[in-house]
């Protein structure tokens, strides 16, 4: 199993970033998908999770309404697009495979990707 983000770089505040995180290994179609986040000294952040079939989602809180999650399932792949982004949505970004569908629980992901970095500035 592997997965790759990309799709980070640097944004002003204000500003649009697209991510993509390529899946490959698996039966891509049969899993939810999920974009956590992990800024320099805090925790890893749940954002964003959809299911199998792109037609339901969950999102944090403090993304809602800014960012939209997607899949394509013919391309192996899941997008976070991020609009309105803010200096404080600053991390690295890093897709996962849910073992459970919609869940925001890290601990029932099994497969992590690399990480994208996004850095807002102000």
């Known amino acids: 199993v592997q997965l790759q983000a990309s799709g980070g770089g640097l944004v002003q505040a204000g500003g649009s970033l697209r991510l993509s995180c390529a899946g490959s290994?698996?039966?891509?179609?049969?899993?939810?998908m999920g974009w956590f986040r992990h800024a320099p000294g805090e925790d890893r952040e749940f954002i964003a999770v959809?299911?199998?079939?792109?037609?339901?989602?969950t999102y944090a809180d403090s993304v809602k309404g800014r960012f939209t999650i997607s899949r394509d399932n013919a391309k192996n792949t899941v997008y976070l697009q991020m609009d309105s982004l803010q200096p404080e949505d600053t991390a690295v970004y890093s897709c996962?495979?849910?073992?459970?569908?919609?869940?925001?629980?890290?601990?029932?992901?099994?497969?992590w990707g690399q990480g994208t970095q996004v850095t807002v500035s102000s």
């Open positions: 996962a495979r849910s073992r459970f569908g919609l869940t925001s629980r890290q601990n029932e992901y099994d497969y």
């Open positions: 290994g698996f039966s891509f179609s049969r899993y939810g």
């Open positions: 959809i299911d199998w079939s792109g037609r339901r989602t």
